[in-house]
């Protein structure tokens, strides 16, 4: 009886280690490739953006990465929808980045999205400033990144940030990379953080104060980019990039990337999902 019950253990165990076994496997892409590569170049502004395709076993992901070279720092910036802070506007990406003459465009945090916590400044004005569970992200005037981490914000302190020289700052999160170093995920926040949890996603990186990469990722759509790119894989990517600081923004259907005028990538529906700001680059 007890040797019975010994077999019939070991063929469990064996069987639930060769279904992780494969779980495992299936997240490590057997291919890595730049499909496609595109440029832009002014007298201030450089932009190359590479399409990449990760391959898995019965699955693809893909994403844009795009390197930006800034002459000056001003020339990343932030927009609302409708023009106005507010928590009921929202707009599509390429719309709010068309008034604005943007050369290069992402969506931002959707602050509306949670208007309640969170430290919010954009083009150097204060608009929210409220206690915050989530990792913050600081941009400052000469083009530097700073973070304030998850549950560190009380409020009431953005003035004092903002005499610092914070001229933008985000709350959705979380951080991926800070001094160079992949950062542990948090087990309760916003968003899922599990490595199991494949979505379309935002995300920008400093290298230097004029050089910044974002990061647009694909996702739910099948046979393009069937599921998205996990938080962990956007770590992975950043850190081998070389970003000092990488900061997950909105994903999901809001995933966007717009280069003069044109959508650079599919999103998760059949148009562009309205939000509430962006992120964008000028010349």
């Not at 290069?104 to 400033?129: C, E, P, Q, S, T």
């Not at 913050?136 to 005499?163: H, N, R, T, W």
């Amino acid at each position: 009886m007890k040797r019975k019950l010994f077999c019939t253990l070991l063929v469990l165990t064996l069987v639930l280690f060769a279904g992780l076994s494969t779980a495992m496997a299936a997240a490590v892409p057997s291919s890595k490739e730049i499909e496609e590569t595109r440029t832009y170049e002014s007298d201030t502004l450089r932009i190359t953006i590479e399409q990449w395709c990760y391959k898995y076993n019965k699955t693809s992901l893909r994403f844009f990465v795009a390197d930006v070279y800034m002459t000056r720092p001003d020339q990343m910036r932030t927009a609302f929808a409708g023009e106005e802070y507010s928590k009921n506007k929202a707009e599509a990406t390429s719309a709010i980045a068309a008034r604005h003459d943007a050369v290069l465009a992402i969506n931002g945090d959707f602050y509306n999205y949670k208007d309640n916590y969170g430290l919010i400044i954009r083009n150097g004005i204060l608009y929210r400033d409220k206690k915050s569970n989530c990792d913050q992200l600081l941009v400052f005037a000469d083009g530097s990144f700073g973070v304030i981490p998850k549950g560190e914000y009380a409020g009431g302190s953005g003035q004092q940030y903002m005499d610092q020289g914070v001229v933008q700052s985000f709350s959705f999160g979380p951080l991926l990379v800070n001094d160079g170093q992949i950062v542990e995920m948090p087990s309760k926040y916003v968003i899922s953080t599990k490595d199991t949890i494949r979505e379309p996603r935002t995300a920008i990186g400093i290298v230097d104060n004029t050089h910044y990469i974002v990061l647009v990722a694909d996702g739910r759509r099948k046979n393009w980019s069937d599921l998205g790119m996990t938080l962990q894989e956007m770590q992975e990517f950043f850190q081998q990039r070389g970003a000092k600081i990488a900061y997950n923004m909105d994903g999901g259907g809001s995933a966007t990337m717009v280069m003069n005028g044109e959508r650079v990538n599919k999103t998760s529906g059949s148009r562009e999902r309205n939000v509430s700001d962006i992120i964008y680059f000028v010349n």
